[in-house]
């Protein structure tokens, strides 16, 4: 069993791990999962701050952002991932995750079936009865930066004692959550940082190109991150290594046409369909997108790149913008008539055929000014269509395998 002294030292050399992890999702996920374990909780959510549009104004809701359960996992196929409502809460004291985000202190409740009746919140049993599950000792605690500004909630369930049984949580677990919240806010408030970054420049592609919105790309990458995890747990790939993938990849994903920004609002803004002419040019954002990574500083860099240049290529070779060198545009593949090569196959790295997948399932469901947004089925049966021509087969067997987690991705992320 460890000792309250080792808990605090791993938590402490936790902090190392935390911060090299670039993508405040990933982060988020992580951050749920170390929590659970320093206090050994066999479930738990993780709730963020989330500003909503309601009667003429905006008001701070908590949304669910990730759910945990090890019993519930241990029922399901190997490699398959667990499901969860997605959900808002208001930040009052109608429930216990908005209780603790309004008060700000830590709530530890021994037995969430057994609530003192004068208690300001109460417990939503519904939600048991829909997972098959009984939650019992619960601890919920705020996530605030340094200066004390809220950015979410961690709830974790059912603590574990050394048999295995359910117990309570303790003083000494409230103790360990307080050093460890204090360490992973320095790494988040990092984390919202990059973020930050990132969808400014995304925010210049969507003043450009109306279609490049932040659900949007916060989908394609959500999918693409999916996919692959999917893909890495089929092929073997170590934990270590897939965690560092799924980090570069949820960013780089996130930046697939930010090369957009370079074209003729002529033409992004169009509204309509392109002629031949003008469709040449909007092809031309692979290879400026790529352009923009020209002197990488880190393997994200590489991989944003990559995805950048070759999110349009196609399985059969008849892509776009081929082999060609993104920072001069010279080709460097041509057939006898000295036209560019397309590349095809496994010549197109992994990230970009799996963006490719996510970012046309993504466009299909999605409303255009030439198209109504397609139902899903509609956009399925598309996909399957292009199995082997434009998308890689084995990659498509995948997307279909994870379609229920494709679709909370949906749900996690609509259209404002």
Request: charged content about 25%; aromatic content about 10%.
């Amino acid at each position: 069993m460890l000792t309250k002294e080792t808990d605090f030292k791993s938590i402490i050399s936790l902090n190392s791990e935390l911060n090299k992890i670039q993508d405040l999702d990933l982060l988020l996920e992580r951050i749920l999962f170390e929590a659970r374990k320093a206090v050994r909780a066999d479930a738990g959510s993780i709730y963020v701050k989330r500003p909503i549009y309601d009667k003429g104004g905006y008001e701070d809701t908590l949304s669910i952002k990730y759910a945990q359960n090890d019993t519930i996992e241990r029922t399901l196929p190997p490699g398959q991932k667990m499901l969860y409502s997605v959900y808002t809460i208001p930040i009052d004291e109608t429930s216990i995750a908005g209780y603790c985000a309004l008060s700000n202190k830590i709530i530890n409740i021994p037995d969430m079936y057994d609530i003192a009746p004068n208690a300001p919140y109460s417990f939503n049993s519904d939600i048991d009865k829909a997972a098959g599950y009984k939650t019992i000792s619960a601890l919920t605690f705020p996530l605030n930066t340094a200066d004390g500004r809220l950015l979410g909630v961690i709830q974790v369930i059912n603590g574990r004692d050394d048999r295995g049984d359910i117990v309570p949580f303790t003083k000494d677990d409230e103790f360990l959550v307080t050093h460890f919240v204090t360490h992973a806010t320095v790494a988040l408030q990092r984390a919202y940082v990059n973020r930050a970054m990132v969808l400014r420049m995304i925010k210049m592609s969507e003043l450009r190109d109306p279609k490049e919105t932040g659900a949007h790309v916060n989908r394609v990458a959500s999918y693409s991150v999916e996919i692959y995890d999917r893909w890495a747990y089929n092929h073997n790939v170590p934990n270590h290594e897939r965690e560092r993938f799924r980090d570069w990849l949820k960013i780089g994903s996130m930046l697939h046409d930010v090369g957009k920004v370079a074209i003729s609002d002529t033409i992004l803004k169009k509204p309509g369909r392109f002629t031949s002419e003008e469709f040449a040019v909007m092809q031309q954002h692979s290879q400026l997108g790529a352009a923009l990574f020209s002197d990488p500083q880190s393997p994200f860099d590489i991989m944003a790149k990559e995805v950048a240049l070759t999110h349009h290529e196609n399985w059969d070779g008849t892509g776009y913008p081929g082999w060609i060198d993104p920072e001069s545009g010279t080709p460097i593949r041509t057939d006898e008539n000295s036209k560019v090569l397309g590349r095809k196959g496994v010549e197109i790295p992994l990230t970009g055929r799996i963006v490719a997948i996510a970012d046309v399932f993504d466009a299909l469901c999605s409303k255009r000014v030439y198209k109504e947004a397609w139902d899903i089925e509609k956009a399925l049966a598309e996909m399957r269509k292009m199995t082997g021509t434009k998308f890689d087969p084995e990659l498509m067997d995948i997307f279909f395998e994870i379609l229920p987690v494709i679709k909370q991705i949906q749900e996690l992320y609509p259209e404002q």
